[in-house]
């Protein structure tokens, strides 16, 4: 298991954009899928994107086409470009792996 720490969150307009990044203490070659979720307040947590060791992506349909999850192994950090940002994007973003989840970085989009 690795330790997840994300970054990059913040207030923004609708229509701004955000670049989350998500860095592991270790190597995440061998991860086969990690993930950001996200936790709107009063909500649940729901799966935003994930990508697998091979670089297959799947996004929430809410998401499709605005937000791109990526990976980097050499640098071991996993990112979440959002772009298009709407206030219902507003919550806690996480990162996870099997294992291990981040502690979150608030993201707030106004109106």
């Known amino acids: 298991q690795v330790q997840l720490v994300e970054s990059g969150g913040g207030l923004v307009q609708t229509g701004g954009s955000l670049r989350l990044s998500c860095a592991a203490s270790?190597?995440?070659?061998?991860?086969?899928?990690m993930g950001w979720y996200r936790q709107a307040p009063g909500k649940q947590r729901e799966l935003v994107a994930y990508i697998t060791s091979t670089g297959i992506t799947n996004y929430a349909d809410s998401v499709k086409g605005r937000f791109t999850i990526s990976r980097d192994n050499a640098k071991n950090t996993l990112y979440l470009e959002m772009n298009s940002l709407k206030p219902e994007d507003t919550g806690v973003y996480y990162c996870?792996?099997?294992?291990?989840w981040g502690q979150g970085t608030q993201v707030v989009v106004s109106s």
């Open positions: 996870q792996s099997p294992g291990s």
């Open positions: 270790g190597s995440i070659f061998s991860i086969n899928l």
